[in-house]
């Protein structure tokens, strides 16, 4: 899964050419594992099953999810821990209306609650779209696109500049980070944990 393609990349660099594709179809996986693993998210939503204990990851009504998810609606199969299928309109979601989603509460008037048969160990599954949207937001695919740009431009970097320097005075200068406006986009997506114990 990609956040962008290497054309992205091109075109925000303004080059003439795009001899180095097969370079950063590379680095364009590198960058969206380095925004996924700083976040804690994948923001483009893929179909999976997801396993939960039926009383570990439930504090009465709600089940805590432990990855977001991105819809909820009569495709999603929410199955509880007896086998019986959970209709999506029985539970309603954390937050309320707008995905990504973080729990699904089970309606007072719906007549079921979280059970298990035999196990509780993976005894609930989900069956949906996991990730943050169905599609990476704007913000995050331009972050792609600049981290990309800015690992490309580190293979021309000097080696000085990968390590500390001790300068006069006692004053260190530390080697570059990743780009400001990158860490501006991104902080805000990182994901909380949201379990109530």
């Given amino acids: 899964m990609a956040y962008v393609a290497a054309s992205d990349i091109v ?3 303004d080059w003439a050419s ?6 950063l179809t590379v680095l364009i996986p590198r960058a969206t594992a380095i925004i996924e693993e700083y976040t804690g998210r994948c923001f483009e939503a893929t179909s999976d099953i997801r396993y939960f204990d039926a009383i570990e ?3 009465g009504m709600t089940l805590w999810l432990d990855k977001d998810l991105a819809v909820l609606d009569s495709d999603t199969v929410i199955t509880n821990g007896d086998g019986n299928t959970i209709p ?7 937050p309320r209306n707008d995905a990504p ?4 509460r089970i309606l007072n008037s719906s007549g079921s609650w979280w059970t298990y048969s035999s196990d509780n160990e993976n005894a609930i599954s989900v069956d949906g779209l996991w990730g943050y949207s169905t599609s990476p937001p704007a913000d995050i695919q331009h972050a792609t696109i ?18 500390p320097i001790l300068l006069d005075g006692g004053h260190m200068v530390m080697p570059g980070r990743l780009p400001a406006d ?14 109530s114990s």
Avoid: C, P
């Fill in 57 to 59: 990851d439930i504090d």
């Fill in 18 to 23: 795009s001899d180095d594709d097969a370079l």
């Fill in 146 to 163: 600049r981290l990309v740009k800015w690992l490309y431009d580190q293979r021309k970097t000097d080696e000085d500049l990968n390590r």
């Fill in 11 to 13: 075109q925000y660099g």
């Fill in 101 to 104: 989603f973080y729990a699904i």
């Fill in 182 to 195: 990158v860490m501006d986009i991104i902080r805000h997506y990182k994901r909380g944990r949201y379990y």
């Fill in 88 to 94: 999506s309109t029985d539970v309603v979601t954390e």
